[in-house]
């Protein structure tokens, strides 16, 4: 259990501050709603970025996706999704009442569709195995899929439902958590932190994203994903509803509509760590977007980026005391999953600072299963 010490002083060692309970590195999702959750249990909190928002989460599509993205071999990450996933109703709820903001937190569920009978044989692989571990996938006829969503492609040989795979759009998110956060009496520092042992606080929590790499010697990499956005024409919005994720020609796709308009087209995975925008990626894309939605032709390309997920071996988060350090705790690694896993992680760790007893859920996802890579890597750099 997290106690108070009222005498304590300085908040990032030598500066003004009074020292926090809880000092979070990163102001991205994770470290905001964390932040957010510590302040609501009656924690003195300071969070430290210089430019909050700005990671993967600027980037990244939201969908809240336990089911679509449940892989063979991956059950215990597919539990966490899924227990997170369960809270984001009421999660969304609570912030958009804190912060005062529209998430654009969405629940028409989502469409698995595949082009070519390739491709839904591929699909049907992996709806069987979800199927298998009982989640809600619902194979359906193209015609079915069609009624739900009229401007799918004709060619669209056939699919499946994931009703209770929803979205929520990130470029909300972050300010509404910071909005609560703040109201909640977090303070917001603009500090690049550049070793651990500059935080002075109780509780030191590490959610910098792909920066936790070098502040714990964590085996966090950067995952490079690039998508583009695209507007309906004349500020109307999309021609569709649900979140499409599909197989088109042996190409991944997914279509994300906002209500602004804006449909989120993504994503690579790559093992690169550059920043650029390739003409091979955008072509690739868009054409899948198109085969599927050939109305987006249509659209307004608006921009094109890549961001870097912060991946793990195991593509697990990393959450929990770092070896030898129970005053340092890493809520790192979400990798492609940490806008649905926002609620859950925000939920455990302040759990955690408060009670001093991790939940049973955390278990899988301790820093310590790369305790040999962490050894080899070094630590507090
Ligand atoms: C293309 C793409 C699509 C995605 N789509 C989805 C999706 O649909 N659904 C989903 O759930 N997830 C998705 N993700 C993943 C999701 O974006 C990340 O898992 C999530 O943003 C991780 O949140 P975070 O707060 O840990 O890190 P980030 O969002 O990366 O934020 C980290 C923050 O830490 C700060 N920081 C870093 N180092 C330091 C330091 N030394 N000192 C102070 N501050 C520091 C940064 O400035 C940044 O603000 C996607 C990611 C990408 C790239």
């Not at 108070?4 to 020292?19: E, I």
């Not at 650029?276 to 390309?301: K, S």
């Amino acid at each position: 259990m997290l106690t108070r010490d009222p005498s304590s002083t300085g908040g990032v060692k030598k500066g003004p501050f009074l020292a926090p309970d809880v000092a979070v590195v990163g102001a991205g999702p994770i470290g905001l709603a964390i932040a957010w959750r510590c302040a609501a249990r009656g924690l003195r909190v300071v969070v430290h970025d210089p430019d909050p928002g700005s990671g993967a989460s600027h980037v990244a599509a939201g969908m809240l996706a336990p089911v679509a993205e449940a892989y063979f071999g991956e059950q215990e990450l597919t539990r966490l999704l899924t227990e997170s996933a369960a809270r984001w109703p009421a999660f969304a709820e609570e912030l958009a009442e804190a912060s005062g903001a529209d998430l654009g937190y969405r629940t028409e569920g989502t469409l698995l569709v595949g082009l070519t009978a390739d491709d839904l044989a591929e699909a049907r692989r992996l709806w069987a195995y979800q199927q298998g571990l009982g989640l809600p996938v619902t194979p359906s006829r193209p015609s079915e899929l069609r009624d739900r969503e009229p401007a799918l492609a004709p060619r669209v040989r056939g699919g499946a439902v994931a009703a209770t795979d929803h979205q929520v759009d990130p470029r909300r998110l972050v300010p509404a958590l910071r909005a609560a956060a703040t109201a909640a009496g977090v303070t917001l520092l603009p500090t690049l932190v550049e070793r651990l042992s500059d935080v002075d606080a109780g509780v030191t929590v590490v959610a910098a994203g792909c920066g936790a790499a070098a502040l714990t010697g964590m085996p966090v990499r950067p995952v490079k994903g690039q998508v583009l956005r695209l507007r309906a024409p004349g500020a109307g919005a999309p021609c569709f509803r649900h979140v499409i994720r599909g197989y088109a020609d042996g190409e991944h796709v997914y279509l994300v509509p906002r209500d602004s308009g804006e449909v989120v087209v993504g994503a690579t995975v790559e093992e690169r760590t550059d920043p650029t925008v390739t003409a091979g990626a955008v072509l690739r894309l868009l054409r899948a977007a198109v085969d599927l939605v050939p109305e987006l032709a249509e659209y307004d390309l608006v921009e094109t980026l890549a961001g870097m997920r912060p991946g793990t071996p195991d593509n697990a988060p990393i959450l929990g005391p770092l070896p030898g350090r129970a005053d340092v705790l890493a809520a790192t690694g979400h990798h492609r999953h940490g806008i649905v896993l926002t609620p859950l992680t925000a939920d455990l760790i302040a759990d955690l600072i408060v009670t001093g007893t991790p939940d049973p859920l955390l278990a899988p996802f301790a820093p310590d299963r790369f305790a040999a890579e962490e050894d080899s890597h070094g630590r507090d750099r």
